[in-house]
């Protein structure tokens, strides 16, 4: 589905403060679908206030196995670090690769952020619905909205969407505002958490591969320039790799 059609500009960072300010102290439950720990950090910091949370680390679109593991073990290290004023939990769903290639078998022929990344974030938002349903929990968001690659206009969609056909409300979000991607940075580097370079799935990681083969076969051609690594940057991609003048690093 083209969440992009009919989308109206709305401030969900400001919903989610009039919501929050309802609650007038009244603590509620939430399933937070996380895509990694260092996007969940700031969430779970900002939302630990307000609610109960349940972190669901449910990505089967990571890729390979290796990296899905370390992702899943960095998830578990934050939580098991991380100081919160209300209860928070952790639970990992199926790594069912299969469905996450059912929905987005034409991811090759789209650049990131179109309709089969759209089919990803609808599916593991749905199953983060159910088992906020399942479970009896008040709320089910996810973190993906703290990205500056992931527009939080389309995931709030479909999180409506799914809200109106499930039953379950939808906490409307958008983590980057408020500085809270600048917070995930700092929280990841004062807990050391692992922050990888790609979005998780074969297609980005191959794009990821291919910017760092065009880098370095552009560098080879020119003696007098170098490739240097900087560590996190101010996107989502979190490592950069550049071209300089030898001398200038």
Avoid: W
């Amino acid at each position: 589905m083209d969440y992009k059609k009919n989308t109206v500009k709305i401030n969900y960072q400001k919903k989610l403060d009039e919501l929050i300010k309802k609650l007038n102290g009244e603590v509620k439950s939430i399933v937070l679908h996380s895509c990694c720990a260092p996007c969940s950090s700031y969430c779970v910091e900002y939302l630990s206030d307000y609610f109960d949370i349940l972190v669901f680390f449910y990505n089967p679109n990571i890729f390979p196995r290796d990296e899905y593991l370390r992702r899943v073990e960095e998830q578990k290290s934050f939580i098991k670090n991380i100081k919160t004023k209300n209860k928070l939990d952790f639970i990992e769903g199926d790594y069912n690769t299969d469905l996450f290639y059912d929905v987005s078998s034409n991811r090759y022929n789209q650049e990131e952020g179109q309709e089969a990344c759209e089919n990803c974030y609808e599916f593991r938002l749905k199953e983060t619905a159910i088992l906020a349903k399942k479970l009896n929990y008040d709320y089910f968001a996810t973190t993906l909205s703290i990205s500056p690659h992931k527009d939080s206009q389309i995931i709030n969609k479909i999180g409506e969407e799914i809200e109106s056909k499930l039953s379950i409300k939808h906490l409307p979000s958008d983590f980057k505002k408020k500085n809270g991607f600048k917070r995930s940075i700092e929280i990841s580097k004062n807990l050391g958490l692992y922050r990888q370079d790609y979005c998780g799935c074969v297609f980005s990681k191959d794009e990821r591969d291919k910017r760092i083969e065009d880098i370095k076969e552009k560098a080879s051609k020119n003696k007098e320039f170098e490739i240097i690594v900087t560590g996190c940057c101010d996107e989502c991609r979190h490592r950069e790799i550049k071209i300089v003048k030898r001398g200038n690093s």
